[in-house]
């Protein structure tokens, strides 16, 4: 019932900034907690970013705590990362997800639904 569109994603220099935007779809996506992942090549898909299902609630990984933000938009059917000061290790796929049942979706296990996932590329 929930549909799930990445948007945002491409080519940055170092020290850039981009924000990737997640629409959602789905008269039960109120209820969902929202996130975001990156998948490394060769790698397991990762946390990044949540945000609870009000919004009043954030949390990050270490790795982009104080560069990146989460939020959810106006009528809460879209969710957005701003992602400040890129580095070249952030070069990944990002991946919006939504999870039913939890306060925050960190664990990729818990999540219902993917996004089909968006390119970010950063260059030194």
């Known amino acids: 019932q929930v549909q799930l569109v990445e948007s945002g994603g491409g080519l940055v220099q170092a020290g850039g900034s981009l924000r990737l935007s997640c629409a959602a779809s789905?008269?039960?996506?109120?209820?969902?907690?929202m996130g975001w992942f990156r998948q490394f090549p060769g790698k397991e898909r990762e946390f990044v970013a949540a945000?609870?299902?009000?919004?009043?609630?954030?949390r990050y990984a270490d790795s982009v705590k104080g560069r990146f933000t989460i939020s959810r938009g106006n009528a809460q059917n879209t969710v957005y990362l701003q992602m400040n000061s890129l580095n070249p290790e952030d070069t990944a796929v990002y991946y919006c997800?939504?999870?039913?049942?939890?306060?925050?979706?960190?664990?990729?296990?818990?999540?219902?639904?993917w996004g089909q996932g968006t390119q970010v590329t950063v260059s030194s």
């Open positions: 945000i609870s299902v009000s919004g009043g609630t954030t």
């Open positions: 789905g008269r039960t996506f109120n209820t969902y907690a």
């Open positions: 997800a939504a999870a039913l049942g939890f306060s925050l979706v960190i664990n990729p296990k818990s999540v219902d639904y």
